[in-house]
């Protein structure tokens, strides 16, 4: 039997060769029209998600030139929704206070992507659903069989399931392969990364 690290990345190797290409190229396509309208770049997740929010919105910023924000970026806004109304409704009324409009799109990340009759990431579901109301794009990436978020939005990247064991890990971590790709797509990069940006010497 091989070790666990072989299995692990042996399963990414098997998920990545399982993913549709096509939905990748679908969200690309959303948040480029996104831009190219004016629209602004809203990001949520939960636990992991909100740190790929973070990061994501700052990449889209920075290297997209999309005006971008994660909505949990704000603790003491967030903390205090979750006090004062609830843990479901605070990113819907983030949203709501942000003037969310039919230009913008949502984009998030989920394990799951969600699930109200199992009460799984409600607070995620009901963002999304606002969106909806607002006429706004949604885009995401979310594991398993995508949930809620598959179902209603535009574009969805789903990561398929190697070992049922090892979904959030391996869901997690291709999020973040998903977006760096999306952020480097001809049809959004509009500025070199601080690396690929500097004057390499090569060899002859």
Same mark, same amino acid.
């Given at each position: 039997m091989g070790s666990f690290t072989? &299995?692990?990345l042996g399963d990414t190797v098997t998920v990545l060769g399982r993913l549709d290409y096509l939905t !990748?190229?679908? !969200?690309v396509d959303v948040v480029a029209s996104t831009r190219h309208r004016g629209g602004r770049l809203f990001l949520c997740g939960s636990g992991g998600g909100a740190g790929h929010a973070s990061h %994501? %919105?700052?990449d889209f910023r920075k290297l997209c030139d999309v005006e971008s924000y994660a909505v949990t970026d704000n603790v003491s806004e967030l903390t205090a929704r979750i006090n004062d109304d609830g843990w479901d409704s605070s990113y819907a009324n983030w949203l709501r206070a942000s003037r969310l409009r039919s230009d913008d799109c949502l984009f998030v990340f989920s394990v799951g992507g969600g699930d109200i009759e199992r009460k799984v990431s409600v607070?995620? !579901?009901? %963002?999304i659903r606002f969106a909806?109301?607002? &006429?706004a794009s949604v885009v995401g990436v979310a594991g398993r069989d995508g949930g809620a978020l598959a179902q209603l939005a535009d574009a969805c990247i789903v990561i398929p399931t190697a070992d049922p064991g090892l979904v959030t890990p391996q869901t997690e971590g291709l999020q973040a392969v998903m977006w760096h790709l999306i952020v480097s797509h001809p049809k959004l990069a509009a500025s070199?990364?601080?690396?690929e940006s500097m004057n390499v010497p090569t060899a002859d």
């Open positions: 072989e &299995q692990f !990748v190229e679908g !969200v %994501a %919105a700052c607070n995620l !579901v009901e %963002a909806r109301e607002r &006429q070199p990364a601080k690396w």
